[in-house]
């Protein structure tokens, strides 16, 4: 906690010098426990514009959530991580609730309706989106192999980061590296 504490003063010290862009070495030092395995591209990569449809079946698209940083989760229903992980993203939603910050969450591949909302029930999430890429091409185009996946995508679309597998969302490492990307867009 104090090594994360540290890297916190870091960061910040270190934004306000450079108020650009926060420092891939910078974000990195902010990972412990499970944000270890968030793994930061060296440039930001393209994200593809396709649909996916929400809990009232209308289509939306990532590009119409531009100007937030998004926190991108791909899961599924039966997904055993993805029901530990989901209260984590949750928590994370709530505590960004007022910053640029929101937290995506996309079915991916067969996961009905009825399905999703009874999970959502079950785990006592409610404000999460219900998306679904039921034919899984968002997920194809984005390399989402294996669930659950969770992309960080800054404010112009594109994605700056990587997470393979669950991870504790709410975590004081996650919402540093979190705070430390909106303080420096």
């Known amino acids: 906690m104090k090594h994360l504490l540290a890297a916190v003063?870091?960061?910040?010290?270190a934004l306000m010098a450079n108020p650009g862009a926060a420092d891939i070495a910078d974000l990195e030092a902010l990972r412990d426990g499970d944000m270890k395995?968030?793994?930061?591209?060296a440039q930001p990569q393209p994200v593809?514009?396709?649909?996916?449809?929400?809990?009232?079946?209308?289509?939306r698209?990532?590009?119409?959530?531009?100007?937030?940083?998004?926190?991108?989760?791909?899961?599924?229903?039966?997904?055993?991580p993805c029901r530990k992980?989901?209260?984590?993203?949750s928590n994370l939603q709530t505590h960004f609730s007022e910053q640029p910050v929101e937290v995506v969450t996309i079915a991916t591949g067969r996961n009905a309706p009825a399905a999703i909302r009874r999970f959502f029930d079950e785990i006592d999430v409610a404000n999460l989106p219900e998306l679904r890429?039921?034919?899984q091409e968002l997920a194809r185009k984005m390399g989402i192999l294996g669930l659950p996946i969770t992309v960080i995508i800054d404010p112009q679309g594109q994605e700056v980061a990587r997470l393979r597998g669950d991870a504790h969302w709410d975590?004081?490492?996650?919402?540093a590296i979190l705070d430390a990307l909106?303080?420096?867009?």
């Open 9 to 13: 003063v870091y960061t910040g010290l």
């Open 37 to 41: 395995k968030l793994v930061f591209h």
């Open 48 to 59: 593809p514009d396709i649909a996916v449809i929400d809990a009232d079946g209308a289509e």
């Open 61 to 80: 698209r990532l590009s119409e959530m531009q100007g937030d940083w998004l926190v991108v989760n791909f899961w599924a229903t039966w997904c055993a």
């Open 85 to 89: 992980e989901m209260p984590t993203l």
């Open 133 to 135: 890429d039921p034919k």
């Open 171 to 175: 975590s004081d490492s996650a919402i």
């Open 182 to 185: 909106v303080a420096g867009s």
